[in-house]
Each structure stands twice: as C-alpha cells, then as structure tokens.
C-alpha cells in the first residue's frame, strides 16, 4: 500500500514534533531535577542548628527560617 505524498508528509510532520515534545519533557523534568535538589541542598547546607542542646533531647527543634 503506498500512501499519497500529503499522506507521509503527514505522518512525517506529526512524527517530528512527537519527538520535539518528548525531548522537551525530558529536558525539562531534568533541569527541574537538578534545580529542586539544588535548592534542598543549598537549605541544608544553610540551616542553622539548634542553640539549645536541650531542643534536640525534647523533639522540638525548628528550622531555621
């Protein structure tokens, strides 16, 4: 069965941007990754301890705001 040439252009076309989006959704949900778990690091790495001992023994230790 051969298709008309509207037909594979079609099929073509559709295709590529199929592709374009799948590229885009990857690219994405990667930069997203690498951009949250960045800024859970950072957060820690800024977060101030407890300044009395005591917070700790109880369980009522706050984040730093």
């Known amino acids: 069965m051969t298709l008309s040439l509207r037909g594979r252009l079609l099929i073509g076309v ?5 592709i374009g989006l799948l590229v885009a959704n990857i690219a994405t949900y990667a930069l997203l990754k690498n951009s ?3 800024r859970v690091d ?3 790495t ?5 300044q009395d001992p005591a917070q700790l023994r109880d ?3 706050r ?3």
């Open 14 to 18: 559709i295709s590529l941007v199929v």
């Open 36 to 38: 949250l778990i960045g």
């Open 42 to 44: 950072d957060q820690l």
């Open 46 to 50: 800024n977060a101030k301890p407890p």
């Open 59 to 61: 369980g009522q230790a």
């Open 63 to 65: 984040a730093a705001v």
